[in-house]
T-cell receptor, first 114, second 112 residues
Framework: AQSVTQLGSHVSVSEGALVLLRCNYSSSVPPYLFWYVQYPNQGLQLLLKYTSAATLVKGINGFEAEFKKSETSFHLTKPSAHMSDAAEYFCAVSEGNGGFKTIFGAGTRLFVKA | DAGVIQSPRHEVTEMGQEVTLRCKPISGHDYLFWYRQTMMRGLELLIYFNNNVPIDDSGMPEDRFSAKMPNASFSTLKIQPSEPRDSAVYFC??????????FGDGTRLSIL
């Protein structure tokens, strides 16, 4: 069975500081991995996805994530936080090669201090 | 591309009333998902369809909940009778096999 664990329900950083949001997954088959962002009163929007190509994936708004199979991790980073990055972030996993059911993590709320 | 469209955006109703949430998926997407989001339980998958056929409804909490997809461009999630504990944000999402899901902006449901 697949599962996703996001470490830290809340993360607070200063504007301009590094953003690191942690995600660990478990999957019995090669996974597809996703990061989504949710702004207040909106649905989830895709930030980036990993589908077994390059292990370092670049997404929108300057975010990137690195797939590390040995650590079963897919952490999300951004070199310099901006106030507009304040939102909730969800890591998700689905079965690769034809999987259709996506499992979402509990989410991490990012706060950015001026 | 108009994206996934959900209606209404907000619904406030009294306990015991029937509630119907509506969703128009992105044209061409084979999969449609209904989720519920609460502070306590996070994002929960309720049911999903493939080519208008329900595939997995194991997340539907009770018989009071039902979902239909009469055609490729429309789906409903119905709660009858509604209870205060059903208060949540309900999201519809659509997608294609092994591709990211596209979410609507949700329906915020309050049952008094």
């Amino acid at each position: 069975a697949q599962s996703v664990t996001q470490l830290g329900s809340h993360v607070s950083v200063s504007e301009g500081a590094l953003v690191l949001l942690r995600c660990n997954y478990s999957s019995s088959v090669p996974p597809y991995l996703f990061w989504y962002v949710q702004y207040p009163n909106q649905g989830l929007q895709l930030l980036l996805k990993y589908t077994s190509a390059a292990t370092l994936v670049k997404g929108i708004n300057g975010f990137e994530a690195e797939f590390k199979k040995s650590e079963t991790s897919f952490h999300l980073t951004k070199p310099s936080a901006h106030m507009s990055d304040a939102a909730e972030y969800f890591c998700a996993v689905s079965e690769g090669n034809g999987g259709f059911k996506t499992i979402f993590g509990a989410g991490t709320r990012l706060f950015v201090k001026a | 591309d108009a994206g996934v469209i959900q209606s209404p955006r907000h619904e406030v109703t009294e306990m015991g009333q029937e509630v119907t949430l509506r969703c128009k998926p992105i044209s061409g997407h084979d999969y449609l998902f209904w989720y519920r989001q609460t502070m306590m339980r996070g994002l929960e998958l309720l049911i999903y369809f493939n080519n208008n056929v329900p595939i997995d409804d194991s997340g539907m909490p009770e018989d009071r909940f039902s979902a239909k997809m009469p055609n490729a461009s429309f789906s409903t999630l119905k709660i009858q009778p509604s209870e205060p504990r059903d208060s949540a944000v309900y999201f519809c999402a659509s997608g294609e096999l092994s591709q990211p899901q596209h979410f609507g902006d949700g329906t915020r449901l309050s049952i008094l």
